[in-house]
């Protein structure tokens, strides 16, 4: 897909172009960070992030960029695994971008059974993402499985890729669930991404914990 057929103007704002900047660079390093926006062409970003603000930040297609770099320097294994990594590490970025804005850490969830706090911690994710930038994301469920789905997003707009390339959104989903359960690890996959020509990237989450999973198990 050529950036001709992409919509140019979607975009995040500054604060969310600044977690991603950072997030980016805490992984791979000064030096390697400012090699991957020279080949994203955002070489003017070097030493001059976004200001923390909800001013126009960098657009969809940048952003896809700056990822294809990161595959283009570290190859797509590599770099999808760092990319998940940035995710991560980004999270406590996220609170201290939109902790106050959104009620993440209100006290009232330790009350709530698990795999409803798991579906709150969701909800958030998707109304920073729609709130805040020109994402699209909407939430589903079945049975065993919470589907957070992007039909418009922010981390793969203009690439092209062979299998779900949206690594950095599914270590911030990731993140997020091992924040909100206290320190238990969800099964997270990217089973679709308009990247690699569905209409919609899709996260799936197992509603069920890792750790419980494999108690079933043994005791089944
Ligand atoms: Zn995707």
Redesign the pocket.
């Known amino acids: 897909m050529s950036e001709d057929w992409v919509d140019q103007t979607l975009r995040f704002p500054n604060r969310i172009s600044r977690i991603v900047l950072l997030a980016v660079e805490d992984v791979l390093g000064a030096n390697s960070g400012r090699a991957v926006l020279t080949m994203a062409r955002l070489s003017h970003l070097i030493d001059a992030y976004p200001t923390p603000d909800f001013g126009p930040g960098l657009a969809f297609t940048e952003i896809g960029r700056l990822f294809d770099a990161v595959e283009g320097l570290h190859g797509v294994k590599v770099g999808r695994q760092l990319m998940r990594q940035a995710g991560r590490e980004s999270f406590g970025y996220w609170i201290e971008g939109f902790g106050g804005v959104v009620g993440f850490a209100d006290v009232a969830l330790r009350l709530l059974p698990l795999s409803l706090r798991v579906r709150i911690g969701m909800e958030v994710l998707a109304e920073i993402f729609n709130r805040y930038s020109d994402q699209r994301v909407i939430l589903d469920e079945e049975h065993d499985t919470f589907f957070f789905i992007?039909e418009r997003?922010g981390?793969?707009t203009g690439r092209q890729a062979e299998t779900?390339?949206?690594a950095f959104?599914l270590g911030v989903l990731e993140a997020t669930l091992f924040w909100i359960s206290r320190g238990r690890r969800y099964a997270v996959e990217?089973t679709?991404?308009?990247?690699?020509g569905s209409p919609a990237?899709k996260l799936c989450v197992s509603r069920i914990p890792l750790e419980r999973r494999a108690l079933d198990m043994k005791y089944a």
């Open positions: 992007l997003c981390f793969c779900p390339a949206c959104v990217e679709a991404c308009i990247a690699s990237c």
